[in-house]
């Protein structure tokens, strides 16, 4: 049987909330800055408008930040009308249908079709059992779905972790987890994380909205596939909830979003480095050798390395069973010693850790006597295939259970010197529609892992990554893509892929280069992926190849020299990557960000193109073949780019096609920026260096606006807060003539004073720095002592005429 909200004739306003009460159910409405929380609640066999049922309560946990008061609210003849800041929410009487306006136009939800469509009238449709309702009201047990308005050409995007472009519109997406071994990129679902959050935008409009589900019961969402007139979202059971976020800029939105569910942890500054991984070193007996072979080759060929993902060989015993939690003493006889070992020549390492205990696992009897294990209908450990054979999973949802996993991480990883601690395998996925599962088991797991490494090391970033999730995810762990294939098609469309994770407010991920499942990369694959990542959030090589042989920077020796190159490039511009991450997460913004998405007005960029900009300065432009091949650039109206060599500039609102580099990867600088970037191979990740070295890109003549940068920079390892790091603001502007006048001020100091560093200030080929007393600009480096917070210092640029050779397109 259908239920559905209608014919609203009642309106009461209780504690900042709006309650519409009608036939069959009430509406609740609850304003909060340019977002509202929206919740059904039904009800049958009575007249809900009456004075009892008008204490209805919600159950459902509204956010836990500070509501607003309306600023108005109308009751028209069809509707009500609710006004808060620009943004106005109106619902039809009639329908109950929602309607969401901002700066007076509609950007989210309305009626769907017109008098003549054949569409669903409702926004809420219920699907219940009448034999089976025992009370007055429904108990939210009852499968429901969603629909709301949509247009033919909006554009979808979020979800988390899914396969396609960008555009996810017209796909219909399972929101749960699972292990996607191989996964097709471009089609499978679902993959490893589910976020019940996304972006709906009309370019033709100017509109954009965000809308999240903060419920487990959301099953599938459907962008334009069951029809071209709206989105449909289906739910196992209540609460019938959501809540819509309406703004300028997807900044604005994300941010409220991340308001509520919580904004992404920092990895340590390490983390951003390269490391290797694969299978095949911790999975053969010789572990530790292998282990240390791979560091004497990352030596000898003088590639720059953090240290390792140590994969589960560890833990995989004699029979070729993998025992959570136990180390493999044949292949490790002191973990401790060897752990030790490796950190003392300055390496790290990050331990692959999983949630099931196989049933022969030593400690199984007792865990499952103390009631540890995720439980049937029966009340019996739940069993399931897991890797190797059958197992029980650790139900972190109990607070005892809970609390002995975090014992364990300290003492098998924490304690013996691990930094890292790598949540695998842990999607939970239980065969049984009977248990009553949690999609949060993998939010509590990497939560777990972050406070015990909080209490390991108290006043560190925790190293926490976790390949399974849900909402609130950013909070404790990075991630990465999962099983990618060894081929082109997943290179390419793994950035995606990336995008769609930040914009879901996972900004630090990455995506294993050169593929983990499948044949070995050819040469020319290795090399492209290796130009693709190196300015992603994670930059890591992890494979696991049929024929044994890991996939590493030696790989192919006729490449080894350009892929040591791309791994210095990195660390090179290192310092602008984390200056980027650590604004990403002062100010709630992707590290990686879609080019159309951040220059909105823009109509010329293409939806679902891979150029983005990497933090606000580097626009990136990916290969999108592995052999050769031209691509073509659209440089956003109202900029100017600098190529990566400092020879061209590139106008906006131009397109040039240029051949795709063969070693290099193809990127721009953006005209007035500050780019700190690493003077030596390869600076301290730990700590401040003597000197903090900013590449300045000068505002041209042909540009009339100031400009203003920001570099940020701290000790690698301390949890961010007011006082721990510092900021350097950079701004721009023209004197009247060819010369600009740059500002530097110290807008937030570390508290953790450094000893007397300098500013090193360097301009490109053709400008520079202007000495009063010689009357001349010749020098294109400028060095000063670091001020103190609140301090100003300036210098001015000038264009020199006689060595300018810069071509402009």
Request: aromatic fraction near 14%; include cysteine.
């Amino acid at each position: 049987m259908k239920l559905e909200i209608k014919h609203l004739s009642k309106l009461s306003i209780r504690n900042s909330k709006a309650e519409i009460y009608g036939e069959n159910g009430a509406l609740f409405i609850t304003p909060f800055s340019n977002f509202f929380h929206i919740e059904y609640k039904i009800g049958f066999s009575r007249d809900l408008t009456s004075e009892a049922d008008q204490n209805l309560a919600s159950e459902f946990d509204v956010p836990t930040v500070n509501c607003c008061n309306f600023e108005s609210i109308k009751e028209l003849e069809d509707r009500f009308v609710f006004v808060q800041n620009d943004a106005r929410l109106e619902v039809l009487k009639e329908t109950a249908v929602v309607s969401v306006y901002w700066k007076n136009k509609l950007a989210f939800g309305g009626t769907i079709g017109n008098s003549d469509t054949v569409l669903p009238k409702f926004p809420l449709r219920i699907r219940y059992e009448s034999q089976k309702a025992e009370h007055q009201r429904i108990g939210e047990e009852w499968p429901a779905q969603f629909n709301f308005r949509s247009e033919p050409d909006d554009i979808f995007f979020g979800l988390g972790e899914k396969t396609g472009k960008l555009n996810k519109a017209y796909r219909r997406f399972k929101m749960f987890n699972r292990d996607a071994l191989g996964y097709e990129p471009e089609y499978s679902d679902p993959l490893y994380i589910s976020i019940p959050f996304y972006f709906q935008v009309s370019r033709r409009h100017s509109t954009i909205a965000g809308v999240y589900f903060p419920s487990e019961a959301v099953e599938e969402i459907d962008f334009l596939v069951e029809s071209n007139f709206y989105t449909a979202v289906s739910m196992a059971k209540g609460p019938y909830a959501y809540i819509v976020f309406v703004g300028d800029t997807y900044k604005e939105i994300l941010a409220h979003y991340l308001t509520l569910v919580g904004t992404p942890a920092l990895p340590p500054k390490f983390a951003f480095g390269f490391f290797g991984s694969s299978m095949s070193y911790a999975e053969p007996k010789d572990a530790q050798q292998k282990i240390l072979e791979y560091f004497q080759k990352v030596e000898e060929y003088g590639i720059p390395c953090e240290g390792m993902y140590l994969s589960s060989g560890y833990i995989k015993a004699e029979n070729g069973r993998r025992y959570t939690f136990l180390w493999n003493t044949a292949k490790f006889p002191n973990p401790k010693e060897f752990i030790q070992s490796i950190r003392e020549r300055g390496y790290r390492l990050c331990c692959n850790v999983k949630p099931g205990f196989l049933l022969d696992h030593p400690w199984y009897e007792a865990l499952k006597t103390k009631g540890y294990f995720i439980k049937n209908t029966l009340g019996e450990a739940a069993v399931e295939y897991y890797w190797g054979n059958y197992a029980s999973l650790i139900d972190f949802s109990k607070e005892e259970a809970y609390n002995w996993w975090k014992e364990q991480i300290k003492k098998a990883f924490l304690e013996l010197g691990i930094l890292g601690i790598w949540n695998d395998n842990n999607e939970f996925e239980l065969e049984d529609d009977e248990i009553q599962m949690t999609k949060t088991l993998p939010v509590l797991m990497s939560k777990a892992s972050y406070e015990a490494s909080q209490e390991v090391f108290p006043g560190k970033r925790p190293w926490v990554i976790s390949r399974s999730g849900f909402t609130r995810i950013q909070k404790f762990s990075s991630t990465w893509t999962g099983d990618n294939v060894s081929d082109e098609k997943s290179m390419i469309m793994n950035i995606p892929m990336g995008f769609n994770l930040g914009l879901s407010g996972l900004f630090f991920y990455g995506h294993d280069i050169g593929g983990f499942y499948g044949p070995r990369p050819g040469k020319d694959l290795l090399l492209r992926w290796c130009q693709s990542a190196v300015f992603q959030p994670r930059f890591i090589m992890h494979s696991w190849n049929p024929d044994g042989i890991p996939t590493e920077p030696w790989l192919y020796p006729e490449i080894l020299d350009a892929i040591r190159g791309l791994i210095r490039l990195r660390y090179k511009f290192l310092p602008y990557i984390y200056s980027s991450a650590i604004r990403s997460v002062l100010e709630s913004v992707p590290l990686e960000i879609p080019l159309w998405l951040e220059f909105f007005s823009d109509d010329s960029l293409d939806v679902d193109s891979a150029n983005h900009l990497v933090g606000d300065a580097l626009l990136v432009v990916p290969p999108q073949s592995v052999g050769e091949h031209t691509i073509d650039c659209r440089f956003p109206q109202g900029t100017m780019w600098l190529s990566s060599d400092l020879a061209t500039w590139y106008w906006g609102g131009s397109t040039v096609q240029m051949q795709y580099p063969e070693q290099e990867p193809l990127f721009f600088f953006r005209a007035g920026s500050a780019i700190p970037f690493e003077s030596r191979q390869s600076g301290p990740l730990e700590g401040y260096s003597d000197s903090v070295h900013v590449l300045i890109i000068p505002i041209p003549a042909e540009l009339t606006q100031s400009t203003v940068s920001h570099v940020y920079e701290d000790d690698g390892l301390s949890e961010i807060q007011d006082g721990s790091y510092n900021c350097f603001e950079f701004v721009q502007h023209k004197l009247g003539d060819t010369s600009v006048q740059l500002s530097i001020t110290m807008k937030s100091q570390a508290h953790n004073g450094q000893k007397p560093r300098t500013l090193v200030l360097s301009l490109p080929p053709g400008y520079g720095f202007y000495d009063s007393a010689a009357g001349a600009s010749t020098n294109s480096e400028c060095t000063m002592k670091l001020f103190s917070k609140g301090q100003t210092e300036s210098v001015r640029i000038v264009k020199l005429p006689d060595s300018w050779s810069s071509a402009l397109i």
